[in-house]
């Protein structure tokens, strides 16, 4: 019953959607914050290829490797979120071109494969370690949920707690009503001693080791290993972007929307490991395609403010304007 | 606070200005818009630093960081335009950026904000429900908002800058009596306007700022308007306007609408089955609180907007609406809230905008070419005749002062002589002397038989300017009174939604 195309279908989405829960929840509290980020892509590959890096050269008990690997994956996000912040935030560049710019700079033609290629990383090196599937509780056998929720890995586990704690973040507490405060009307906010600068950079620098870790989750868990360009993480970043308005600014509703596209993504390889018949072009181009459905729906016919869009975003704050 | 001054990059803002309140006072800040009030309280507030000068509180002196000091020490403000949050609850608000009680922890419990926030609002009759979302608030509510922020944070003083423009006198009525109550209880309330008669009914002093500095403190009982008046503008001007004389106007209707239906820009209704009509010459003021479709109505009538039902006539032609260029060709001129915004193109040169309906006419360009010379001269013939101050033709607009660029935009709307012309807050932020040219060149064009519709939050203004006076509230006529023997309360119950008699 557990190699049903079905569950298969479902586990691997669950696999594949754990990046883009990452990076969507980190998006999510840029965006909160006002700051739009289209460097997502560019951060995602340098936690990669960081994240690789860690797990190559340090000795040690698998786990501990593992956790410095991941962790130094978060910063070095963050390293790249600063650059966003400091001109976008500081220097009040836009932040569109800023963004895009950060991409370019950080990704596959960029930063990270140069990194890579300094270290002489290329695909034949195999990966010393990588995130395995934890049998929780010895569930890994039950009927269904058994393969979908209880065979993972711990990055798995690890983004379910992470969209908790964003989710009741920015929905409960005082903190995550400053945030959106800071989103919606940043000279409000100021006018009540909120420090909107520090809150956007602490977002953004957050934002941007969430997507580390997520580009992590590629390079040590779905194909562990480098590749330098744009194949390992292949616009998981866009889509990442693409969610965030997909899921209305929700934390909650990033886990859905994750889930979906990542069954989007496992869909071609379970079809093609039972010989269906589709074209693998079209199947490959499914995520993408439905990226730009998405946002042509969610475009039409509903405004900003029913979407929940942060009233700031993209706007920077300017205090002393006359 | 003492010896304050403050320059921003071309501007010195205050000069040298200094005031002193004392605990249980409304004392009020007057001047003209310009004259350094709102920078001052921005300094007392934390949110820009003094470039010199020094506050004293309650005896001891103070340094302010950021706003976050200075609500610390007991000082709030309710800006002119609100610092809400509009997606944000009632309690959601208040408790914002509160660090003490229930701000304090981690996460927030809305029932007890709500409950601290209905017993207050019963204690200072600020009804407001502490669930709702500020959005759906009306204006007077969002306000009531801002000072329950301030009594929740226990503020010892509270700025209220400029509070009654977006007021029904009602409203403004019982917010003065809120804030009298506040002032009774030893709490400091410093009261900005440059309404004359306001100041002298609410506050006990009046320091008076004229240009920056300080021109004089006196006390709001003994001081007459005209005093206040001298001090504010630095010359004798008569407060009491000359009664005009009913004027007889033509029977020709320049402007007839009939039915109008307008949609706002979430797709509401923001003008319903609307119709009336415009005599040559007459002038017709529009009175209603802020958002009750009257941006969207003038929008619709010079095109900028569709009819969603109904029709508009101008000189006898039907329009068919959402096409400024066929507005501008039936005659109707538009004179908009946001003039340097959508009235003008800020960073084009002053020719550039003078001629930036008419480019099109045989006299301005030859085919494709544009005839500079030909533009340059008629700008500087707008300058003259409209007395625009302005380094030259050639300046960007956007470095005019507010009045010449009113006065600009006039000349231009007057140019190609117009049947109707729709103007919406022609004097808003304007000072005393510009306000009278602006008036003056208003009475000039209907004399001339322009058909004005004159919108204005100013009911003094209306009442000056306008032979015939339309009350809007939510989108519909609800009032047509003549102006000469109608009372500002009159007015005030309509735009409030009450009915007449």
Redesign the interface.
Known sequence: MNDTLLVIVLADAVLYGTPLLFASLGELLAERSGVLNLGVEGMMLFGAVVGFWVTQRVEGASASVLVLAILASGLSGAAMAAIHAFLTITLRANQIVSGLALTIFAGGLGLSAYVGTELGFSPDIPAKQHFGSVDVLGLADLPVLGPIVFDQSALVYASWIAALLVGLYLGRTRFGLNVRAVGEAPASADAMGINVTLYRYVHVLIGGGFAGVAGACYSLSISPGWIAGDTLIGGAGWIAIALVIFAFWRAELCLVGAYLFGALSALPFALQARNVDVAPEFLYALPYVMTIVVLVIVSTGLSKRHLGAPAALGIPYVREER | MVGISKR?PG?V?NDDASFEAAEGEVHALLGENGAGKTTLSNIL?G??RQDEGEIELYGEQVRFH???DA??AGIC?V?QH???????SVA??V????HRRE??????HSGAIEKRVGELSSRYGLAVNPRARV?QLSVGEQQRVEIL?ALYREARILIMDEPTAVLTPQEAKALFETLRAMADEGKTVIFISHKLHEVKAVADRVTVLRAGRTVATVDARSATLSSLAALMVGREIDVARPLEQPRTLSDVLTLEVDGLTVAGD??NIAVKDVSFALREGEIVGVAGVAGNGQRELAEALSGMRDLRAGSVRVGGKQLRGGDPREAIMAGVAHVPEDRLGTGLAPSLSVTSNVVIKTYRSRSLSRGPLLALRRMRETAVGIIRRYDVKTPGPGTPVRNLSGGNLQKLVLGREFADDPLVLVVAQPTRGLDVGAIETVHSYLREAAANGVAILLMSEDLDEIRALADRILVVYEGEIVGELSAGSTSIEEIGLLMAGGTRG
């Open positions: 921003f501007v803002a507030t949110l820009y950021s706003p976050r609500l610390d403000m800006h609100f610092r809400l949050v509009e997606p944000f959601e608000n408790v914002l950026g509160d701000g304090r922890r981690l996460v927030v959005w922020k979430r797709g």
